[in-house]
């Protein structure tokens, strides 16, 4: 599985940058091999010491090999492995890693790579944030989510008790490294949390890729396809976050099927369901909304996925006006109105204010209904 990573196979490599408002350049790889570009890009920095932070599972399954690689090309890395899960994205464990930099001898132009999923790359960035108030920032992300999504556009963070990200920063990785490799030993479910988020792609910004995802319904298969499918999500992704870096307008649709993804999350307290779950039944709602409002939206695109995303649900049908009870708390609603992202038509996203209650309870009861 690993042989790859010694073969150079930058045939197989897609490249672009992100201008990030014209402040930061971060260049992204998506390929099959790319890791082996991860020496070169961190030699820019003249150093020495790299600091390693990653999932323990992670490191577990390819620890060994990244240290190996970085060891034969002259480097000195640090590890830092980070407990897998939600519970790692905290003040304390954001401190440990602080620790970890500074006893390793950490200065300014010190290279700081996350290895992992969301959660080691939201911690990891966090820290390269905030360390003497920001060290260069390279991030490996190994999950499909963190691939198409988490580890592009800067968000970084922590959470605190009263909620999720809510300490965090803005901040750049100069690199971001994605290598279908690591995509082998994803577990189904992981595999499935990405895939809502690529099917969001697909409602927002490119209708074909319902397709292409199509295939990727059941795991890992067809490298070159899947290549192309992860890196057409990136693109979308990184175009929409370099117009809009600070989320003033186009990077709110990022965010279909979300308002309605963070109030079920809440409600089970963040346990009962995967973020891609929550979001895919999210996107289930929205899609309602949307043909409520006027749009004539096709099911099959969207429904085609739902096999993935039965998730016996219909317990929560009497708790509908504590859902949407939860939706007026998010962040990004104001005003006794609930914002949310709708659709035109596949592929035309736009920004509704709702204020009709029972227009919201009418999409959740859809949704359970559909999702069960
Ligand atoms: P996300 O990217 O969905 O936010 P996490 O960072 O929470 O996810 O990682 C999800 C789970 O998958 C964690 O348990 C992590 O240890 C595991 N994981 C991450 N990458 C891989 C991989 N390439 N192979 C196997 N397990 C992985
Ligand atoms: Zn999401």
């Given at each position: ?197 690529i099917i969001k792609y697909g409602a927002i910004a490119d209708p ?79 899609h309602k909304l949307s043909n409520l409002l006027g749009a004539k ?76």
């Amino acid at each position: 599985m690993l042989k790859n990573w010694s073969r150079k196979s930058n045939n197989l490599v897609h490249h672009f940058n992100i201008d990030t408002a014209g402040t930061h350049t971060c260049q992204v790889y998506s390929g099959n091999g790319t890791l082996e570009i991860l020496a070169d890009r961190i030699r820019i920095y003249n150093q020495k010491k790299v600091l390693l932070l990653i999932d323990e599972n992670v490191d577990k399954l390819y620890g060994r090999k990244i240290t190996e690689i970085l060891l034969s090309e002259g480097f000195d890395p640090a590890v830092h492995k980070i407990p897998s899960g939600e519970t790692s994205k905290s003040a304390g464990k954001w401190l440990e890693a602080v620790d970890f930099c500074f006893e390793s001898g950490v200065n300014r132009k010190t290279p700081l790579v996350a290895v992992g999923g969301g959660v080691t790359g939201d911690l990891a960035g966090y820290v390269a944030a905030s360390v003497m108030r920001g060290i260069p920032l390279v991030q490996v992300p190994t999950t499909l989510l963190a691939m198409v999504d988490s580890s592009l556009g800067g968000k970084t963070g922590i959470n605190h008790h009263t909620g999720k990200n809510l300490i965090g920063a803005f901040y750049q990785p100069d690199t971001i490294i994605s290598d279908i490799i690591f995509l082998e030993t994803l577990p189904a479910r992981e595999w499935r949390c990405g895939m809502a988020e690529i099917i969001k792609y697909g409602a927002i910004a490119d209708p074909d890729l319902f397709t292409l995802a199509a295939r990727f319904k059941l795991g890992f298969s067809d490298p070159a396809k899947l290549m192309e499918l992860i890196t057409r999500c990136a693109r979308i992704k990184a175009a929409i976050v370099a117009e809009d870096e600070l989320e003033a307008g186009r990077r709110a649709w990022l965010n279909y099927g979300h308002t309605f993804a963070h109030a079920l999350e809440a409600l089970t307290g963040y346990r009962r369901f995967s973020h891609g779950e929550a979001v895919y039944i999210g996107m289930v709602a929205a899609h309602k909304l949307s043909n409520l409002l006027g749009a004539k939206l096709d099911e099959f695109p969207l429904f085609q996925f739902l096999d993935s995303y039965r998730l016996s649900v219909a317990d929560l049908k009497p708790r509908i006006h504590e859902l949407v009870a939860k939706m007026f708390l998010d962040k990004k609603s104001l005003n006794n109105t609930v914002r949310v992202v709708l659709l035109h038509r596949y592929g035309h996203p736009r920004i509704v204010d709702i204020t009709d209650l029972s227009l919201l309870e009418k999409a959740w009861d859809f949704a359970l209904d559909t999702c069960n």
